[in-house]
């Protein structure tokens, strides 16, 4: 397989004006005819070479006349006149047994396409590069009674349907569906007045039922960005379509959106209050892509920053609008600095814009992604609100209709504000979170604070440079008070010091508020320091960052010397539990202890070989130990966290019962399972339900709660999903694997499909005491299943191999036993290219 790499980009040699597309559609032998209009690039001649994979060229023309292109496994070239001429393409492919759901594949006998990243080659010859855009105009023929593609609809009779998209896109944004669907209907008004009719389909039935909260949350979606960022809709349909076998959560089609059903179905019987705020958020996010990714696209798939990022940070805000910014901000902290961090830290690092891939879909990642939001956030710190929102103006205004750049993205920001961005632009260039450690000083009423970034080294970069940090600070006084509120420093320096002057006396600093960089932040605290700023300080973010350091602290001293659990700890979570000024929301956070994996990750870091047998028997420890600490005031909290009246996903009743439940996960522990019996018992929502599952699974019971789960739900997929993962998630750690492995013998275990297979083995993989168990039985089993799947579906599969990306945190005996899984799977006989680079990544 070749690399490739973001220098040699080079530009089409033709410009694509028009692509009529007609589609045939068989299970095994659909026949696609493409017309397509196209003119020499005289500002950048090159060869005509269109892709084409797994397909069968049946015949092809030039301005009528037949052609033999020369065909290869990967497209075809062709002599062509030196002017305008009209491509013609007849050619046959296979959805049925297209199992890698990428391209025109069958889901459940609808048809359905994923183009993303480079799909659309495998549906007709093309130049599939998202600088390559063009007026799509498609026909469908089947006798299927519902026909979608992008754009509005023309016209339609017996047996087909035609559509046409007015907007140039690029091949990826490209999207067909039929099937027997059924469709839930709204509409909307945009802000200057236009009707757009919308539709949810799903397969008629149950899913019916679940179509009502997706609707509303893309109206809330469409309104939130007319207001928030002036971006109305411009066509006349908006179209979802729900598909059950999906590699990924959803994806942004022009006009018609396809999602994996687990990310837009919803009724409260079936889906928890987690599932509600994540579909709202990507319905959101895949509305979002409307502006920024279709309108302007990306030049090339380095960029994919450029939309992804972009949309996530856009997605994130809306979150933050529907309930709690301070809730929505420590979330996607806690999955930056686990997952994110894990990444930048291990074999798979890499930039926010790499400069090099060979399978494109393999950086598709927490980093392109959620550290791509994460430095427009910073953007955003750095030059001010009103700044930031005139900036996307003129993004927006000067981009249109183009495949952009991440130097264009910041040339706006440049000639908005007259700020130089070149050492910003660090940020996009150098992979590895960067270490900022800080020290103190006080003399005279003067308070000093000395900063000192690094980025430790990551695989093909040895030396960084300092990067632009966005620090927001406060000052409390030793008494409690803030003697000087949340103040922006700008770091820019390898090292460089901040003063803070008139002060009475030496100050407790609150640094890196509502996190304002992705930086991990060294002080030498100690843990009353810590429990200092969990009782005061006014930032939700530090105040909750305080509590997790300190329980970080408490568990390394409990899993390296044995030490019992800190008092002042207890203390600090009880006060934050019992303080009703607080958002339920939040003081459930409060009461979340950190990831297993994360405190690996920090034993790691502290040159402490992590043993992850320890690391679960002291985090269990320390729950029992609160448990025992919070007894009396557990069944107060749970009962002031009832929910009166039918079950709404707003935040406010989503936070009152993730406290009820973080309430209930430490009572389990001193009644031994009674009051989640009941809960279980009585339950009328999915999300109680499941927590009262989940947490008797969690302390050895339930199992005929679990049976009763199990036949109740059946006949639901998204919830025997929900079943197959908690059952690996709340196993012992020596049984972890075998659970896994007893399940993937169930009659509805389905390998091909994507969200069980995911259940099962990505529930394995998150189980980090049984993931690691000494046996090595879990790395084998999930190395042979990663094997077994990758011939089906390359892209599912070597996605899952980053469970091993931290195999060098470990002891000498893990390593072996992980580095020869990797080696097995690297020897499968056929290996797709995708896995083969994640395994030669990963072992490094
Ligand atoms: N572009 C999709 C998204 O929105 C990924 N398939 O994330
Ligand atoms: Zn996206």
């Known amino acids: 397989p070749q690399t490739i790499y973001l220098s040699d980009y080079r530009p089409f040699g033709y410009h694509v004006d028009t692509v009529h597309l007609t589609f045939r559609l068989h299970p095994t032998q659909t026949r696609v005819i493409s017309r397509i209009a196209f003119r020499p690039n005289t500002e950048a001649p090159g060869p005509f070479f269109l892709h084409g994979e797994d397909m069968q060229l049946i015949s092809a023309k030039i301005d009528g006349v037949a052609v033999s292109p020369e065909v290869t496994d990967k497209g075809l070239t062709c002599t062509v006149p030196d002017a305008p001429f009209v491509w013609e393409a007849e050619v046959e492919i296979s959805p049925q047994t297209n199992t890698a759901l990428e391209g025109l594949y069958m889901s459940n006998g609808m048809y359905c396409t994923q183009c993303e990243a480079e799909g659309f080659r495998k549906i007709t010859f093309y130049p599939d590069r998202p600088d390559v855009m063009s007026v799509f105009t498609t026909r469908i023929e089947s006798d299927l009674p519902v026909m979608l593609s992008n754009g509005n609809p023309v016209d339609q009779g017996d047996g087909w349907a035609e559509w046409h998209d007015p907007w140039r896109k690029p091949a990826y944004l490209f999207a067909l569906v039929a099937g027997d669907l059924a469709a839930h209907s709204g509409q909307f008004t945009t802000m200057s007045g236009k009707d757009v009719t919308l539709n949810l389909y799903v397969r008629p039935g149950p899913d019916e039922g679940k179509c009502a909260f997706g609707m509303e949350a893309l109206k809330r979606a469409m309104r939130w960005d007319e207001e928030v960022y002036g971006r109305e809709y411009d066509l006349d349909i908006f179209n979802i379509v729900a598909v059950d076998d999906f590699n990924a959560g959803a994806m942004e089609n022009k006009g018609l959106n396809i999602f994996n059903s687990s990310c837009v179905l919803a009724s409260p019987d079936t889906s928890t209050d987690a599932n509600y705020e994540r579909i709202d958020a990507i319905i959101a996010h895949e509305y979002f892509h409307n502006w920024t990714g279709n309108r302007i696209t990306c030049r090339d798939w380095f960029q994919l920053c450029l939309k992804e990022g972009l949309t996530v ?98 040339k706006v920001f440049e000639d908005a504000t007259g700020r130089d961005l070149t050492q910003f632009k660090r940020w996009y260039s150098q992979a590895g979170t960067p270490r900022v450690t800080v020290t103190d000083d006080f003399k005279d009423g003067t308070y000093t604070l000395h900063f000192k970034q690094e980025t430790p080294p990551t695989p093909g970069q040895e030396q960084k440079e300092p990067q632009v940090i966005p620090i927001a600070v406060g000052l409390l006084s030793p008494n409690g008070d803030e003697v000087m509120p949340t103040t922006m420093l700008e770091m820019t320096e390898t090292e460089q010091s901040f003063s803070f002057d008139g002060l009475g006396a030496k100050p407790v600093p609150s640094i890196l508020r509502d996190f304002s960089a992705p930086v991990i932040l060294e002080r030498a605290e100690s843990n009353a320091d810590r429990a200092f700023l969990m009782a005061h300080d006014t930032d939700p973010f530090n105040k909750w960052d305080a509590a997790d350091k300190l329980a970080k602290s408490v568990l390394r001293a409990m899993i390296i010397s044995e030490a019992s659990p800190d008092q002042a700890y207890l203390d600090g979570v009880a006060a934050i539990l019992r303080d009703d000024t607080l958002d339920p929301a939040f003081r459930a956070l409060c009461l979340t202890l950190p990831s297993e994996d994360d405190l690996a990750q920090a034993l790691h870091d502290a040159g402490t070989t992590p043993d992850p047998m320890a690391i679960h028997t002291a985090r269990e420890a320390l729950k029992l130990a609160l448990a025992q600490h919070l007894q009396d005031t557990l069944p107060r909290i749970r009962a002031a966290m009832t929910v009166e009246g039918p079950y709404s996903p707003d935040a406010k009743s989503a936070g009152k019962r993730s406290l009820g439940t973080a309430a209930l996960a430490l009572l389990s522990r001193l009644d031994g399972g009674a009051a989640a019996q009941a809960q279980f018992a009585g339950a009328d929502n999915m999300t109680l339900q499941l927590a009262a599952l989940s947490v008797l699974l969690q302390i050895g019971k339930g199992d005929a709660e679990s049976a009763a789960f199990r036949d109740q739900w059946r006949n639901d997929r998204l919830v025997t999903d929900k079943w197959f993962g908690l059952k690996v998630a709340t196993a012992a750690p020596e049984d972890a694997a075998a659970v896994a492995e007893a399940l993937t013998r169930e009659p509805d275990f389905d390998m091909k499909n994507p969200n069980r297979f995911r259940a099962v083995f990505g529930a394995l993989a998150g189980h980090s005491a049984g993931f690691h168990h000494p046996s090595g039985a879990a790395y084998d089993l999930l190395g042979d299943w990663i094997s077994k799947l990758d011939g089906m579906n390359p892209q599912t599969a070597a996605r899952m191999t980053t469970a091993f990306e931290t195999w060098r945190r470990y002891d000498a005996d893990r390593q072996a036993k992980m580095r020869a899984v990797l080696h097995r799977i690297a020897a499968t006989d056929g290996l797709s290219p995708d896995t083969a680079e994640m395994v030669s990544r990963i072992l490094g």
């Open 313 to 410: 940070f856009r997605d994130q805000q809306y979150t933050g609008d529907q309930g709690s910014h301070a809730v929505k901000r420590i979330e996607d902290a806690i999955v930056l600095r686990s997952r994110q961090f894990r990444e930048d830290n291990g074999p798979l690092a890499h930039p926010v814009r790499p400069e090099s891939f060979i399978e494109i879909n393999n950086f598709y990642t927490i980093t392109v992604y959620e550290k791509g939001a994460e430095l427009i956030g910073m953007l955003k710190r750095l030059v001010g609100d009103e700044a930031y929102y005139k900036a996307v103006d003129l993004y927006f205004d000067r981009h249109d209709g183009e495949a952009a750049t991440i130097e264009d993205w910041l």
